[in-house]
């Protein structure tokens, strides 16, 4: 995993002279981003950041109360200071804990929706939410926040990507079949609005972290 992250560092050298990546508000994750991109981000003035949640305590803990490991602590941290230290304007999650928990590295309340529509579970046992995941589209979509951070899982981060950069795009970041593959974990999907649309860029293992 950290030779992916530095693998991602060496292939962005070529990007951004150094002044103009420190102008851009959020340096550290510009840096991350391919070469070739990286203009028309800074350039952007609406981000969405997709993740799927950190590693949990443990590949077969599913439920909606299942926490992050310490890997997947590490993660949160890892990104959370990719961020930096300003909160993003808006952060989204699915009820699960393992999914706040991980757009908590945002430093910003986290709004949660639904895991799945029409399921009421919340990450507190007994607790329930109605809040579904389309009022979260609708507000990355029609607010005026400049940086938008989203929690989902591997299928739900797909749901995102299809919704503002379209079915192809998101198939094209690695969303076969409508979920990310079982080992993409650590990587960061950036919506970013340009030439009158959403386009997708990719920054894989930008917080991963080497298991425990």
Not at 150 to 158: D, L, V
Not at 174 to 183: F, N
Request: net charge negative.
């Amino acid at each position: 995993m950290i030779a992916t992250y530095l693998s991602a560092l060496v292939l962005t050298a070529a990007g951004l002279d150094g002044a103009a990546a420190a102008d851009f508000d959020r340096p550290a994750l510009l840096e991350l981003a391919p070469a070739d991109l990286q203009a028309d981000i800074a350039a952007s003035g609406r981000h969405i950041l997709v993740v799927r949640h950190a590693y949990k305590i443990s590949p077969d803990c599913n439920g909606m109360e299942c926490p992050l490991s310490e890997t997947g602590e590490a993660m949160v941290a890892r990104l959370s200071g990719l961020l930096g230290e300003a909160p993003v304007d808006r952060a989204y999650a699915s009820a699960a804990c393992r999914t706040r928990l991980t757009a908590a590295a945002g430093h910003a309340e986290v709004v949660a929706h639904q895991a799945v529509d029409g399921y009421a579970a919340d990450c507190t046992p007994g607790a329930t939410i109605e809040r579904q995941r389309s009022a979260a589209f609708a507000e990355a979509r029609d607010g005026e926040a400049r940086w938008t951070l989203a929690g989902e899982h591997s299928n739900t981060s797909c749901l995102w990507l299809a919704e503002f950069a379209g079915t192809a795009a998101a198939e094209a970041a690695g969303c076969a079949e409508g979920r990310l593959p079982e080992t993409a974990y650590g990587d960061i999907y950036w919506l970013y609005q340009s030439g009158g649309g959403w386009q997708l860029a990719v920054l894989p293992g930008a917080f991963s972290v080497d298991a425990e």
